[in-house]
């Protein structure tokens, strides 16, 4: 008690604590707190519904969900981001999305309860650390430290595949994109200090260190990506609408993952130009991951960064899914002392670049790139220089 007394003097408040203190001025009991961070993609774009690679990294911005059991069939969240209640039964979860934040509680739960695990009531306090909007998978976050709270609290254990499978699809029915398994993944499987290779299609991963002299530089363009899931669907149609015209002439494909840019090449005239041009983006960006984790593997940064840079201008050329603001990022970060390479981040249409930077340039870069930013547009840019970190947790809060 007295240690903890001394610890708790001694400690500036940490989110946990604060969080704890919330909950109990709100609700009155003890609870447990459950943590999924958001992540940035070093490379592998609009892939993962393909059936393709990517190279995501956990990055130290938290969605926090503290969280007890009720006697009930009552889910009373509260988000402090919203400063907004909201209560639901849940025996009535059903219902289209309504473009609020509760659609992912109320998803997350019905989608758990759908696949057959009995979930308690339970109340909810929130606090969303990663920036909305921003492409830096703010709603898996949410989802996947939901999820956990959820079933923990329940007292059922769900394999953490199966929860960022299952969160997923609370974004499909319930947020209404068809999203890819991504961002749900690495929120939950992220290892602090390592990007994560993912084949969406055998989920195998493999964790590939980032070497400690290399930083994570995320510029916020500001420009919020939030209308952006009508296009996000699209692009996957023309995805789908091409492996399914090039299946005509390649028996057995069933994904773009399948194709191969010269089969692409041979079949051109069988797609029209815009399917042609968003399939050519995918095939060539699966096999960009595949040479980036040998280059990250073989401390090739140079050789890494290179294909950060054709990434980019694959998914503002081929694919359209950048914006003017993002392209100006990746020219500016291009001329920086110690900047090995950098392109849009996430789904696009907004959002932010990520830039692999030496260290000892890092705090320079954070400072030119906001100055430079600022002259050429008017907007202030956030940039958040990050190193990998660790996926979703349980946070041990529950000290006497
Ligand atoms: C969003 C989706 C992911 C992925 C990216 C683009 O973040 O949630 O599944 O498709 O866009 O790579």
């Not at 909201?86 to 979860?93: C, G, K, M």
Request: charged share 20%.
């Amino acid at each position: 008690m007295i240690d903890g007394m001394i610890d708790s003097l001694l400690r500036p408040e940490s989110t946990g604590d604060l969080l704890t203190a919330r909950f109990r001025e709100m609700f009155g009991t003890e609870m447990r707190i459950f943590r999924a961070p958001g992540r940035v993609n070093l490379i592998g774009e609009h892939t993962d519904y393909n059936d393709g690679f990517v190279m995501p990294a956990a990055i130290g911005f938290y969605t926090w969900v503290a969280a007890a059991k009720r006697e009930d069939r009552v889910l009373e969240a509260y988000s402090d981001r919203f400063d907004e209640k909201v209560t639901f039964s849940l025996d009535a979860l059903a219902g289209p999305p309504r473009r609020h934040w509760s659609d992912f509680i109320r998803g997350v739960a019905a989608t758990l309860q759908g696949a057959g695990h009995s979930i308690s009531g339970a109340n909810l306090v929130i606090h969303g650390e990663v920036p909305l909007g921003a492409g830096l998978s703010s709603s898996a976050s949410l989802e996947v430290a939901t999820a956990l709270a959820f079933t923990v609290s329940s007292g059922i254990a769900v394999p953490r595949l199966e929860l960022a499978k299952l969160c997923q699809a609370a974004e499909h029915e319930y947020v209404g994109t068809r999203c890819g398994i991504m961002d749900q993944f690495i929120a939950s499987f992220g290892v602090s200090g390592n990007a994560l290779m993912l084949d969406c299609r055998s989920l195998v991963y493999q964790l590939i260190r980032v070497p400690r002299d290399l930083r994570l530089a995320v510029c916020n363009s500001m420009v919020r990506h939030e209308h952006a899931s009508g296009e996000y669907n699209l692009r996957r149609a023309d995805c789908e609408a091409g492996a399914k015209l090039l299946a005509q002439h390649l028996p057995g494909i069933h994904a773009l993952r399948d194709v191969g840019i010269a089969d692409l090449e041979k079949y051109k005239h069988a797609l029209p130009e815009t399917i042609y041009r968003r399939c050519r983006h995918v095939i060539t960006e699966n096999q960009r991951v595949l040479d980036a984790a040998k280059a990250l593997q073989s401390g090739d940064a140079g050789g890494f960064g290179g294909l950060m840079y054709a990434s980019h201008a694959s998914l503002r050329d081929d694919y359209e899914v950048s914006c003017r603001e993002l392209d100006l990022l990746v020219e500016l970060a291009a001329s920086r002392p110690g900047v090995y390479g950098a392109r849009m981040t996430g789904g696009g249409f907004g959002g932010c670049t990520v830039n692999l930077v030496r260290e000892e340039c890092a705090s320079a870069f954070e400072a030119e790139m906001a100055r430079t930013y600022q002259q050429a547009t008017g907007i202030a840019p956030d940039i958040y220089v990050c190193e990998p970190a660790q996926g979703a947790q349980a946070w041990p809060a529950e000290r006497s």
